[in-house]
């Protein structure tokens, strides 16, 4: 069935360094990919998308990169700040009919002062 | 601010009882999803509405049951509450008929004693 594996589930690193979370999806059939930040408590919050006819995005600080062959897409967070410690999840959606999103397990992201 | 309001923000009840949260969409989205989020879990898809007519079930339980009303405002009834319920439960629109951005509300904490 339709599964979407997201590694790592806790990522701490120093502020200023770069963290990547990577997601693989198993319907070939996916062609929408979003990024959700959800801080504690909040609700989860859209932070950049990419479609399956590009193979990159790039907002500011933030970048997802997405490769079809091999079916998995990655977040790239550069020079990263405290306040970008949150958890963060991954989605596929093959918007055939339902445009209902899977959602990936989540990574806590933890940055270090 | 997302543009998508939840009612009650907060609920408290005892096991065994039935509650109603309340959800409005941002204004011109038609679709509707319900999501479940337990204790430092993950998002669980529990039910999709599009212009009034269910569209996608997820891991939704036979006591819960959802609906989309003609003014696009969506209900989830929760019945013959557990324990294991208490949960975050968010409510997301989005304008449907393709692959668009979902917007979460802010979710209504539900905790059954």
């Known amino acids: 069935g339709e599964n979407v594996e997201q590694h790592p589930s806790t990522l701490s690193v120093q502020e200023g360094d770069s963290a990547v979370i990577k997601c693989t999806y198993s319907d070939s059939a996916s062609n929408y990919f979003p990024w959700y930040k959800q801080e504690l408590g909040k609700r989860p919050q859209l932070i950049i998308d990419?479609?399956?006819?590009?193979g990159e995005k790039k907002d500011q600080r933030i970048a997802v990169t997405l490769n079809k062959t091999a079916k998995h897409f990655s977040l790239h967070i550069t020079e990263t700040q405290p306040e970008d410690s949150a958890v963060y999840f991954c989605a596929a959606s093959k918007g055939a009919g339902t445009y209902k999103y899977i959602f990936g397990t989540g990574t806590r992201l933890k940055v270090l002062a | 601010d997302s543009g998508v309001t939840q009612t009650p923000k907060h609920l408290i009840t005892a096991t065994g009882q039935r509650v109603t949260l309340r959800c409005s969409p941002r204004s011109g989205d038609l679709s509707v999803y319900w999501y479940q989020q337990s204790l430092d879990q993950g998002l669980q898809f529990l039910i999709q509405?599009?212009?009034?007519?269910?569209?996608a079930k997820g891991n939704i339980l036979e006591r819960f049951s959802a609906q989309q009303f003609p003014d696009l405002h969506s209900e989830l009834n929760l019945s013959s509450l557990e324990l294991g319920d208490s949960a975050l439960y968010f409510c997301?629109?989005?304008?449907?008929?393709?692959?668009?951005?979902?917007?979460f509300g802010p979710g209504t904490r539900l905790t059954v004693t």
């Open positions: 997301a629109s989005s304008v449907g008929g393709g692959n668009y951005e979902q917007y």
């Open positions: 990419i479609r399956s006819n590009v």
């Open positions: 509405y599009y212009n009034g007519e269910e569209r």
